[in-house]
């Protein structure tokens, strides 16, 4: 089992920047990619970005240029980072961390950004 904690969401004005973490704990050896993606109101969760094991990187059209991935290993404990930059009040939604572990997802609970205009 992988847990996933996600924190950093708030509110914040459009033009603003938010940084998002997520910690992984449990069987976190082996987790090849890690992910972040986002669901607003009334509409289907999609991808934002992933961060390969090998540090390879990959963004939405939506956010490339505003938003980076990073991550973090440690020996207990892997984490991983979205900065949010110039932030649009379309960019507002539930924000979820995910992993990928030898071909099994899991979720985080989720973390509300809000931006306003």
């Known amino acids: 089992q992988v847990q996933l904690v996600e924190s950093g969401g708030g509110l914040v004005q459009a033009g603003g920047s938010l940084r998002l973490s997520c910690a992984a704990s449990?069987?976190?050896?082996?987790?090849?990619?890690m992910a972040w993606y986002r669901q607003a109101p009334g509409k289907q969760r999609e991808f934002v970005a992933t961060?390969?094991?090998?540090?390879?990187?990959?963004?939405a059209d939506s956010v490339k240029g505003r938003f980076t991935i990073s991550r973090d290993n440690a020996k207990t404990k892997t984490t991983v980072y979205l900065q949010m930059n110039s932030l649009k009040p379309e960019d507002t939604a539930v924000y979820y961390c995910?992993?990928?572990?030898?071909?099994?997802?899991?979720w985080g609970q989720g973390t509300q950004v809000t931006v306003s205009s």
């Open positions: 995910a992993a990928t572990r030898l071909g099994r997802n899991f």
């Open positions: 449990g069987y976190i050896f082996s987790i090849n990619v």
């Open positions: 961060i390969a094991s090998d540090g390879t990187t990959n963004y």
